[in-house]
Structure formats: structure tokens, C-alpha cells
């Protein structure tokens, strides 16, 4: 009987040892594929670096520093994503789409009227610090970085007030950082690139950093808790804050006298009634898109979630109202991304055309709608939408970088988005205000004669300004007293009219010995060499796009 029991645990001990061998060398093979992944995942993404640094670097943009800016602003953008899918699932900054109009008006204004109106200080004070934008821009990703700490520690308790104040700081920061990013553009353009072409290949990678971050943001998000994003999103402030300060130096323009200081007046707030003509036919044309693009979220958000839509109204509809959102929502981050992609191969087009071909585009394809209304044309109303917002503000960008002088470009891109950001919350308080009619036909039909009267105006505006222009040279060129040259027949060449007398016949003389005249030099010239020579350190770049 013992020797039975001696042989079965015998034979259990060598069951077990085959057991942990087993097991020794299934989790060696498990090692060993996770290492074998890890690599491939490590390669892969390597891979993906390397193509990315190639697509940035294109053109020349590696040497003129345009490649260094498009990745940090891609960083930029991805923080911003992660700080948005943060706050979003928060009780106070969660928009309440289900709630009344009433909660949804005021958060419109407590979020966004505040940060409007601190925008145009942004650019006057961007506006003192050109010698130092590098700093300038590391500052404002430093700033984030910080606030998104704060922010993090006020999402367990529900501080509401450091949550607020840490969101408009953020906001705020984050135009400060655009302003900063769009003044600086002219310095880092290579030859070879256009001002429209540079800014949407820029905005062009900001919006792919932007919606690869984005569901990886949410999955953090619904996995960890807010908290947890926003601590993410201050390490990635941080990293890309360390990062532009390896911008080139030539980035940061010397200080300039200011020529009303000069002139002994206070320093002239730039304002859209001194921008010149071509700058603000742009913004008015970009405020008349940002007005109806903010008019479309709310007003459609709104008859969608009161089913005030056709195909919501049949007995079982297949794209009920969370499918008809996300549909809605994708059409328009498709057309952002179209709108970037085409202002990258608009090269030589005159960005004052595109400006007024997307206002154009949006009034059509609006009556189209309004004459036509039902799912895909609401889908493709927000296509275009998007598109004409996206392509049209890059070209506003590469005229004022173009019409504007360094000295107050900043202050200029400071009022335009301001202007730019009120337009929108007005288009989405009337938007809302519209939608109570729960009728898409009469929120259409009057945007519609919105953009078309806009659009109208603006033409009739360049067309006045154009003859102008065409006046003032011919009269500048009678003045300037040029003959008036004959034309040539096809009878022969130019015969003198009878009253002109004939030519005189040359005559020979005898060579006279030459004196040399008081203002001719007798001794050599001696050039002193030039103390404005350029600085090798910059590159060579297009400074007129």
C-alpha cells in the first residue's frame, strides 16, 4: 500500500514538473512573441516617423525651420484634443444637448464671450516680444501645462471655479499660441512654397494629430476619469514646450521703432478700419462663413434632437438621432480635412479669389439645400461648410501675413480672431433662437440671403475698389507726360508725318583731344564694405509668399 502511494506521488511530482516546464516555456514563448510585437509595433511606428518627417520637411521645409513649426503645432493641436475630451465629460463643461435651449445659450456665452474679449489684448502685448517668440510660444505651452495640472486636481472635489478659470486660461493661451504661429509664418517660408500653401500644410497636420488624439483621448478618458487625460495632456504641453525652443533663431524679428511713437502719438491699436482694403474684404468674408458654420451646428443639433427632420419622422427610421449626430459631425471634420488638402495645391491661386469663390460655394450649396432638404443634403451642407470655413481662413491667414506689417501683425491677428470667434457665437445663438420654429426651411432660406447679400456686397465693394485702382494709374501715367507712339500698319514701316522735319545727316568731324569734365573721377573708386550684409546663420526665404 505505501508503495502504491510512493509511486503516486512520484508520478504527481512528475506530472508537476512537466506542469512548470509547460508553463517556463509557454510564458518564454509568450516573452518571446511580446518582444517579436513590440519590435514590429516599435519599427512600425518608426517607420510612421520617418514618413511623417519627410511629408514635414518637404520643399525645403527643413531648412528654413517650417518643418520644426508644422510638428509643434501638430503637438499643439493633440494637447488642445486631449484638454477638449477632458472637459467634455465634466458636469460643468459638458454641453447639455438634451437640456433646454436656455443652458445651452449660456454656455455659449460664459465659455466663449469672456475669451472674445480678452483676444484682442493678445496681440498688442505678442506685439512687444517679437525679438523673443520662441519664448513668447514656449511660454503659452508652459502656461497649459500648468492649468491642466490645476484642472486635474479640481476634478475629483467639482471645483467649478478653478475649472472655468483653467479652461478660458487655456483658451486664451491657445489663441495666444495661433497668433504667435501665424506671425512668424513669413520668416520660416521656403522659396519654393506658397503663404496659403505653408499655412494648410500646417493646418493640414494639425487636424490628423487632432482626430488621431481624439478617440484615444475619450478611451482614456472613459478607462481612468478626466483626471487622468489632463495629466496626459499637461506632459504633452510641457514636451512641447521644451520642443519650440528649438526653433530657429531667425524666428525672432528685432524690436522696432514704433513710427507713431516717433511721430510723438501713442502706439496705434490696430483695428479693421486701418487694415487696408484687401484685409478686410477677407475678414468680412470669413466672419459672413464663421457666422453661418456657427448658425449650422446649433440650429441642426437642435432640429435633430427634436426631430424636426424628415427622415427622423418615419415609423423606424435607420439613422436615428446619435447616428444622424455622428454622421453630421464626420461630414464636417471631412470637410476641414479637404479644405486644408486643396489650400495645399492652391500654390499660385490669389487667395483674395478663394476668399470669395468659398463665400460663393456656401450661399449656393445653402439654397441648394434649403430647396432640397433632407439627409445627404444636410450631410453635404456640412461638408461644405466646413470646407469653406477651413480653406477661407487659411487664405485670410496668407493676406494679412502678406498686406500686414511685422510690426503689428500680431495685433492684427489678435482682432481677427476675436471677430471671428464672436461671429460664431452669434451664428449659434441664432441658431438656436431659429430653431424653435422646428422648420429647416426658414433657418435655410434666411442664411441663405445672408450669404448672398454678403457675398453681393463684397463684390460690388472690390469692383469700385478695382476701377479706383485703374484710375489713379492712367491718370499717374498722363501725368507723367509719355508720347504717344504711333502704331505700326501693315502698310510698312513708321513714315514722320509731313510736318516733322527730316532727320539731320550725320557729319564727320575730326577727332578732338577729350578733357576730362569736373564730375568724372580721375582716381579709382574705393568701396568700403557694406555693414547691413546678410546674416549666414538665416536662410534664404520668400518673404512675399
Known sequence: MSRRVGHGVADAGRATARATRATASGAKRASVATARGARSVGRGAQGVGRATRRLTHANGADRTGLGRLIELTAGHSAGDALVTVALASTVFFGVPVGEARGPVALYLVITMLPFALLAPFVGPILDRFRSGRRYVMAGTLFGRGLLCFAMAAAVGPGDLVTLFGGALGVLVLSKAYNVSRAAIMPSVLPADITLVSANARVALFSLVSAGVVVPVGAGLTAWLGSAVTLRVAMAVFLLVGVVSLRLPRHVDSPDLEDVDAEEGRPPRWRTLLNVGPAVAEAVWANVAIRLFSGFLLFFMLFLVQDKGVPWLS???????????????????????????????????????????????????????????????????????????????????????QREIGEEVRSSTFGVVEAVLQLAWVF???????????????????????????????????????????DARVRASTYDQGEPD??????????EPPPHEPPPPEPTTREPTRHEPSPYERTEPVVREPRSDSLDPTKPLTNPHG
Open 485 to 494: 507712339v504711333p502704331e505700326q500698319t501693315e502698310a510698312g514701316p513708321y
Open 427 to 469: 451664428g449659434g445663438l441664432v441658431g438656436l433662437v431659429l430653431s424653435l420654429a422646428e422648420n429647416s426651411l426658414a433657418g435655410l432660406v434666411t442664411l441663405a440671403v445672408v450669404l448672398t447679400v454678403s457675398l453681393g456686397w463684397l463684390v460690388v465693394r472690390r469692383r469700385k475698389r478695382v476701377r479706383s485702382a
Open 314 to 400: 418615419e415609423p423606424a427610421p435607420f439613422f436615428d438621432v446619435p447616428k444622424t449626430i455622428a454622421l453630421l459631425a464626420a461630414a464636417a471634420g471631412l470637410g476641414g480635412l479637404l479644405g486644408a488638402a486643396v489650400a495645399n495645391w492652391t500654390r499660385n491661386h490669389a487667395p483674395q479669389l478663394i476668399v470669395l469663390l468659398t463665400l460663393a460655394v456656401t450661399g449656393a450649396t445653402t439654397i441648394a439645400t434649403a430647396v432640397f432638404f433632407g439627409l445627404w443634403t444636410a450631410v453635404a451642407l456640412s461638408v461644405i461648410t466646413a470646407f469653406a470655413q477651413e480653406l477661407g481662413k487659411l487664405a485670410l491667414d496668407a493676406i494679412v
